[in-house]
């Protein structure tokens, strides 16, 4: 069975400042991995995938992660937060086999200083 | 195109009373689920559905039945509801690789 850990718990970065969000999962193969962000009191958005090929996966809103297969990470990146990105993340992973079961980390909230 | 459909969004029940949260979607999604979110503890997978016909247990199934039909919907019922069950409730589809796509939730307080 697969899992996910986030090991953030919260993160301030200061607004046009760069992020990093970690993401560490465990499976017996090569899953499929994904992050999801949830504003205040919202639904959960879908910012990017890892399926297969490249590596690097370019997401929304100017997100990107880096799957490294060596370090069971699926690391979230961000150039330069903005203050609307204040929000809760989540990283997942999907089994690629028959049943396409996605289990979720806990998540980590960023919080922006002005 | 509505997506995936949950309703109600807002429920309160009294400790004992059983309900069905219902979750439609419209994407021809092989894959339902769903999952529970609770404060600190991220999303968890109660139960899932490869396709009609075919239900499984996901992480945290006990005091829930789901049952799949159609491809269309896929009903979470609470059998006897417990005031652990307080938590709000997403369903979610999903084709093979694509990720899930939600619901906008249900808040469930039980009393």
């Known amino acids: 069975a697969q899992s996910v850990t986030q090991p953030d718990i919260h993160i301030t970065v200061s607004e046009g400042a760069s992020l990093e969000l970690r993401c560490n999962y465990s499976?017996?193969?090569?899953?499929?991995l994904f992050w999801y962000v949830q504003s205040p009191g919202q639904g959960l958005q879908l910012l990017l995938k890892?399926?297969?090929?490249?590596?690097l996966v370019q997401g929304i809103k100017g997100f990107e992660a880096e799957f490294k297969r060596s370090q069971s990470s699926f690391n979230l990146r961000k150039p330069s937060v903005h203050w609307s990105d204040a929000a809760e993340y989540f990283c997942?992973?999907?089994?690629?086999?028959?049943?396409?079961?996605?289990?979720f980390g806990k998540g980590t909230r960023l919080h922006i200083l002005p | 195109n509505a997506g995936v459909t949950q309703t109600p969004k807002f429920q309160v029940l009294k400790t004992g009373q059983s309900m069905t949260l219902q979750c439609a979607q419209d994407?021809?999604?092989?894959?339902m689920s769903w999952y529970r979110q609770d404060p600190g503890m991220g999303l968890r997978l109660i139960h899932y559905?490869?396709?009609?016909?075919?239900?499984d247990q996901g992480e945290v199934p006990n005091g829930y039945n789901v049952s799949r039909s159609t491809t269309e919907d896929f009903p979470l019922r609470l059998l006897s509801a417990a005031p652990s069950q307080t938590s709000v409730y997403f369903c979610?589809?999903?084709?093979?690789?694509?990720?899930?796509?939600f619901g906008q939730g249900t808040r469930l307080t039980v009393v």
């Open positions: 890892y399926f297969s090929g490249d590596t």
């Open positions: 994407m021809n999604h092989e894959y």
């Open positions: 997942a992973v999907g089994a690629r086999n028959r049943d396409d079961k996605i289990i």
């Open positions: 979610a589809s999903s084709y093979r690789g694509g990720g899930a796509f």
């Open positions: 559905s490869v396709g009609a016909g075919i239900t």
């Open positions: 499976y017996g193969a090569t899953p499929y």
